[in-house]
C-alpha cells in the first residue's frame, strides 16, 4: 500500500457515517448489497452480541456503488488498498489499517468533543439519534476568560442545519436546538443524493491521482462541514470533515514515519485485529508554524494619491503570497502532501501537521531559507516569515482526563493547549532572531548594515514613496493611453508624470484583475496560460474569469465564492485539481460596470461634480477583530485540569474553519447591503479592514458585530473595533494607523455595569471616544437618533448642539480639579432655559418638550454611572455630522 492510497482511505474512512445516516439500519430492507452486508461480520467489532461501529459497512457500500468514478482514474488495485484502509479501521487485520486506526483515535484525542447534556430526554433514549443530533456549535462550547479569571462556556445550545456549504444566511447561520432543528432520514437522505450528483461529475473530469484526491477534499468539505463526526456523546460538535482531514494527515504522518523508521514500531494481534504501538522516545508528528509578520505596515505603506489603484492589489498579494507558501509546502516537499495537513490557515499565519522525519525537516529549513532570501531581496525586511516546529507523540494508551501529549526533549506529558504554547514559544524565538541568516552571511553583511538608497535623483514611486533605483526598471503614466508604460533607464524619463516601481506595477494589475474574476489558478509545473504574477518562493499565481480556466493544465484551480460553493462550474482542463476559497473583499464598489470606485468616490465625490454622491463627504477607515482571540486558541478547546475535554486537532481545526467561514466568507454576505459605498480591503483569521462612505462603514461595523454574536450564539465572545474619519485625499496609511490605534483604545475600555462587574473590551472606537458596545453604544446612537429629530423638526437649533459640544470641548482640556466637572452642567441648564423662555408659545409647540427632556438627560443620565459625558459628546458630533449632509444640501 503507498503513502497516498492510504491517505485516501484514511481521508474516506468515516463516509459511511454520512451514508449510514441517510440509509436504514443494517438488517432492514436498504441500500446495502449482500456483499456490504456479508462484510459486516469481518469489519465490525462485536459489542454485547452485535456488531458495532457499523457504518464501516456503508463505506464499503459507498466505494462498491461508486468504483467505476475511481477506476476512472486510479487501478482496481489502488482501488483496493484504499477500501482496505477505509472499511478495516476499526477491525485491522494488517499494519496499515492499524495505522489508520491509531490516527483515528488521535485525531480525536479520545474525547469525541462533546458539550454537554442534551436537553431533550426523547432524543437521549432515541435509537436514532445518531441520525437525529446535528453539529453543534463549537464556539458555544469554547471555554471564555471572565473578568474573574474564571472560564465559561455558553449556556444556550446553537446546532448548524444539513445544508451543503454556501455564503447564505439560512445555510450556515446556527440555529437554538428544538425539536425543528433535529435532523432525519430524510434530511440526510436528500443532503447524500446532492454530495452523489455533484461526485458523479468527475467523470466528466481529466484527473490525475493527486488531482481526484484534492478534489475529493474539497467536496467532502462542501456536504460534511455540518455532519457530527460522533454521536454517542450529547453535543457533537467536531465535523466530520474535519475530523476525517485530520484522521488523513496523522495517518500519512505515521505511515511516512513507519517508513522511515520501521523498527519503532510493534504490531501486536488481538481479538479486535492487529494494532499498532510506538516505542516509548519517538515522536512521529512534527507541528510547524508559520507567520507572515509586517502585514499591515506593508499593506499600509502607501500614499493617498495612487492609494486606491494599488490597495486591494497588495492586500490579496499578501493573503496569497502566504497562502502560495502553504501550497508550495504541499506541493513540493520530497514526499507530496495535501491541504488535509493544513490544520489552520488565515489572518497571516498556517499551521500544518508534518511527519517528523530528516528529508521533511530538512526540506523544512532550506524552504524557509530560501523564503527569507526570497522576501529579502523583494522587500527588504518588510515582510519577514517566521517559522516554528515542535515535534511531539501522544501515548499509545490513551487516558480519559489524562495529559497524553509528550514533546520531543520533555518529560512531562502535556495537554494540547499546552503543546500549542511551545510552538508559540518556539516562533517568539525565531522571531526575536530575524534576519539573522543574513547577518551571518559576510557577502550579506553589508546589505543589512550599511545606508540604504541613492538619494540625489534617485526615482521615486509614487505609491510607496519609497526609491527604485538608478538603471532599475520602472513604470510611469502616460496620459494618452491613460495607462502604465513599460521604461527601462535609457529612457527618457517625463519629471512631471508619475513613476511607480515593477512590484506596484504587479499589484495594481492584480487589482484589476481582482474585478470579475471568479477563479485563482495555482499552476503545479509549466504552462502556457498568460497572465500570470509572481508570488515569494517562485510560485505563480494566475487570476481567471471563466472562459480562460481551461488553458491551465496542470494547475490547481481555486474558485472563489461568491454566494454557493461550486466546484464543477469550471471549464474543464487538463489534469487540474479543483477546489474553492473564501476571500474577504471578493467584490468591491464600482462608479460604473467597469470601473472600481476610488476613495473620493467612496468619500461621497463624483468626478468633475461639486455636488457629489452625498452632501457630506469622509470616508471611515474601520479596524476589527476579535478579542482574546489568542487566549481562545490558548484555553478555550483545553482544561489543563481536564486536558482531554475537546482537546483535539480535529476540534481546533472545526474552530478555525468556522472562524474562516465567517470572517473570509460570510463578510461578504453582509457587505452586500453596502456594495456601492463600502469596500473590504482585507478580511480574515479574525481581522476586518475596510473602508468606504462614513455612515455606511458605522452601519456595516454595527451589521458584523451583530451577526458575529448570532454566529458565535453567545455574548462573551466579543469583537472591539475603532473608526477614524478622514478627506478622501488624507494618506491612507496615517488613516489606518489611527483607525489602528482607535481599535486598540477600544480593547483596553473597560466599565462598571453595576454590582461591581466590569467589563473589558467589547467596544467600539468612534470620533476618539470608546464605548461599550453593550452598555454605551445603544445610548448614544439612541441620543443621536433624538438629537437629529430635535434640529429637523425645529425644536433645537444646531448653534445649540455646537453649544453642547463646545461645552466638552473645554471641559476636556480643563486642568482644574474635579469639581469643576459639573460646571458645563449650568451653563448648558441657563442655556436651554433662556431658550424656553424665548420660544412663541405658537410655534413648535413640541420644542419646550424637547428641551426639557434634553435638560433632563443633561442633568441626570450624563455621569460616570449612566452617560459619561465623553458618551454624550459622541452622540453630539455625531448628529452633527449627520446634519452637515442636510445643511448642504439646502446651500
Not at 461501529?53 to 459507498?62: I, L, P, Y
Not at 540604504?452 to 503614466?477: M, N, P, R, W
Request: glycine content about 6%; some cysteine; overall charge negative.
Amino acid at each position: 500500500m503507498t503513502r497516498e492510497e492510504l491517505y485516501l482511505g484514511s481521508f474516506l474512512h468515516d463516509i459511511g457515517k454520512f451514508y449510514q445516516r441517510a440509509d436504514g439500519a443494517l438488517n432492514d430492507k436498504n441500500e446495502l448489497s449482500e456483499q456490504s452486508k456479508k462484510l459486516a461480520e469481518i469489519i465490525c467489532p462485536e459489542h454485547n452480541g452485535f456488531p458495532s461501529h457499523q457504518h464501516v459497512v456503508w463505506t464499503n457500500e459507498f466505494f462498491e456503488k461508486n468504483q467505476q468514478i475511481f477506476l476512472r482514474f486510479i487501478s482496481k488495485d489502488q482501488l483496493s488498498n484504499i477500501v482496505h484502509a477505509a472499511v478495516y479501521h476499526h477491525r485491522p487485520d494488517n499494519p496499515e489499517a492499524a495505522i489508520v486506526q491509531l490516527a483515528d483515535w488521535w485525531a480525536s484525542g479520545m474525547d469525541r468533543s462533546s458539550m454537554g447534556i442534551f436537553e431533550d430526554p426523547q432524543l437521549e433514549k432515541s435509537e436514532l439519534r445518531f441520525r437525529e443530533i446535528p453539529l453543534n456549535n463549537i464556539l458555544c462550547a469554547l471555554r471564555v476568560k471572565q473578568s474573574d479569571n474564571s472560564f465559561q462556556t455558553a449556556s444556550r445550545q446553537s446546532v448548524f442545519r444539513l445544508r451543503p456549504l454556501s455564503l447564505h444566511a439560512h445555510d450556515i447561520m446556527p440555529s437554538d436546538y428544538s425539536n425543528e432543528t433535529k435532523l432525519s432520514t430524510e434530511l440526510y437522505r436528500k443532503h447524500w443524493k446532492e454530495f452523489i450528483a455533484d461526485l458523479e461529475k468527475l467523470e466528466k473530469r481529466s484527473f490525475d491521482y493527486r488531482g481526484l484526491s484534492i478534489t475529493l477534499y474539497y467536496l467532502l468539505k462542501k456536504y460534511t462541514w455540518c455532519i457530527p463526526s460522533f454521536t454517542q456523546d450529547n453535543h457533537p460538535c467536531i465535523s466530520l470533515f474535519e475530523h476525517s482531514k485530520v484522521t488523513a494527515a496523522i495517518a500519512q504522518c505515521l505511515f511516512d514515519f513507519y517508513q522511515d523508521k520501521p523498527e519503532s514500531f510493534r504490531t501486536n494481534t488481538t481479538p479486535k485485529g492487529y494494532q499498532v504501538e510506538l516505542d516509548e522516545n519517538v515522536f512521529p508528528l512534527l507541528i510547524a508554524g508559520f507567520d507572515l509578520s509586517g502585514i499591515q505596515d506593508y499593506l499600509y505603506n502607501i500614499s493617498s494619491a495612487n492609494a486606491a489603484k494599488s490597495l486591494r492589489g497588495r492586500s490579496f498579494y499578501l493573503q496569497m503570497t502566504l497562502e502560495a507558501l502553504a501550497w508550495q509546502i504541499i506541493n513540493k516537499a520530497p514526499l507530496k502532501l495535501t491541504p488535509a495537513h493544513i490544520i489552520y490557515a488565515s489572518g497571516g499565519k498556517f499551521y500544518m501537521l508534518l511527519p517528523n522525519i530528516p528529508i521533511i525537516k530538512k526540506y523544512l529549513e532550506d524552504f524557509y531559507i530560501g523564503i527569507l532570501d526570497d522576501l529579502w531581496e523583494k522587500h527588504r525586511g518588510r515582510l519577514y516569515l517566521n517559522m516554528g516546529m515542535v515535534a511531539f507523540r501522544y501515548k499509545n494508551k490513551l487516558e480519559a482526563n489524562q495529559k497524553n501529549i509528550r514533546i520531543e526533549g520533555h518529560s512531562e506529558n502535556v495537554s494540547l493547549g499546552e503543546l500549542w504554547n511551545a510552538l508559540f514559544e518556539e516562533m517568539t524565538r525565531h522571531e526575536a532572531r530575524r534576519f539573522r541568516h543574513i547577518i551571518a552571511s559576510r557577502e550579506r553583511f553589508a546589505e543589512f548594515f550599511e545606508p540604504s538608497g541613492e538619494g540625489g535623483d534617485s526615482l521615486v514611486c509614487s505609491v510607496t514613496g519609497e526609491e527604485i533605483g538608478h538603471g532599475k526598471a520602472y513604470y510611469q503614466f502616460n496620459e494618452e493611453k491613460r495607462d502604465w508604460s513599460y521604461k527601462t533607464k535609457a529612457e527618457n524619463y517625463d519629471a512631471e508624470a508619475p513613476v511607480i516601481s515593477p512590484e506596484v506595477h504587479q499589484q495594481i494589475e492584480i487589482g484589476k484583475q481582482l474585478v470579475h474574476h471568479n477563479f485563482i489558478a495555482f499552476p503545479t509545473s509549466a504552462t502556457k496560460a498568460e497572465g500570470y504574477f509572481d508570488l515569494p518562493g517562485g510560485s505563480k499565481l494566475h487570476i481567471a474569469k471563466n472562459e480562460n480556466v481551461s488553458s491551465y493544465d496542470e494547475a490547481l484551480i481555486l474558485k472563489t465564492v461568491h454566494d454557493e460553493v461550486s466546484l464543477f462550474d469550471v471549464p474543464a482542463g487538463n489534469r487540474q485539481a479543483l477546489g474553492f476559497r473564501f476571500f474577504g473583499g471578493s467584490q468591491v464598489a464600482m462608479e460604473d460596470k467597469n470601473t472600481p470606485a476610488t476613495f473620493e468616490y467612496l468619500a461621497g465625490y463624483i468626478e468633475g461634480s461639486n455636488k457629489g454622491r452625498y452632501p457630506f463627504k469622509r470616508l471611515a477607515i474601520l479596524r476589527m477583530d476579535v478579542d482574546g482571540l489568542g487566549s481562545l486558541f490558548r484555553y478555550g478547546l483545553t482544561d489543563d485540569e481536564k486536558p482531554t475535554e475537546l482537546a483535539s486537532f480535529s476540534a481546533y481545526a472545526t474552530f478555525s474553519n468556522l472562524l474562516d467561514l465567517f470572517f473570509s466568507g460570510y463578510i461578504n454576505t453582509l457587505r452586500e447591503k453596502y456594495k456601492e459605498d463600502v469596500n473590504i480591503l482585507y478580511s480574515g483569521g479574525d481581522d476586518v479592514f475596510a473602508l468606504g462612505y462614513w455612515e455606511k462603514v458605522i452601519a456595516f461595523a454595527e451589521d458584523v458585530r451583530s451577526e458575529f454574536r448570532k454566529f458565535a450564539a453567545r455574548d462573551d465572545i466579543t469583537l472591539s473595533a475603532g473608526i477614524e474619519l478622514v478627506g478622501a485625499k488624507f494618506p491612507v496609511a496615517k488613516g489606518a494607523e489611527k483607525s489602528g490605534e482607535a481599535e486598540e483604545k477600544a480593547k483596553q475600555h473597560k466599565i462598571d455595569t453595576g454590582n461591581g462587574k466590569v467589563v473589558f473590551k467589547n467596544a467600539l472606537c468612534f470620533l476618539g471616544v470608546p464605548l461599550n458596545w453593550d452598555h454605551e453604544w445603544p445610548q448614544v446612537k439612541n441620543l443621536k437618533e433624538k438629537l437629529v429629530h430635535w434640529v429637523r423638526d425645529e425644536s433645537i437649533t444646531r448653534g445649540l448642539l455646537m453649544q453642547l459640544i463646545g461645552y466638552y470641548e473645554a471641559w476636556k482640556y480643563n486642568t482644574k480639579d474635579d469639581k469643576e466637572y459639573h460646571n458645563w452642567k449650568w451653563q448648558a441648564a441657563y442655556n436651554i432655559a433662556r431658550r424656553q423662555k424665548n420660544l412663541k408659545e405658537d410655534k413648535n409647540a413640541g420644542a419646550n418638550e424637547a428641551l426639557e427632556e434634553l435638560k433632563q438627560i443633561i442633568f441626570a443620565h450624563v455621569n460616570e454611572k449612566r452617560m459619561r459625558f465623553e458618551a454624550f459628546a459622541v452622540a453630539c458630533r455625531w448628529a452633527e455630522l449627520a446634519l452637515r449632509n442636510e445643511k448642504e444640501k439646502t446651500n
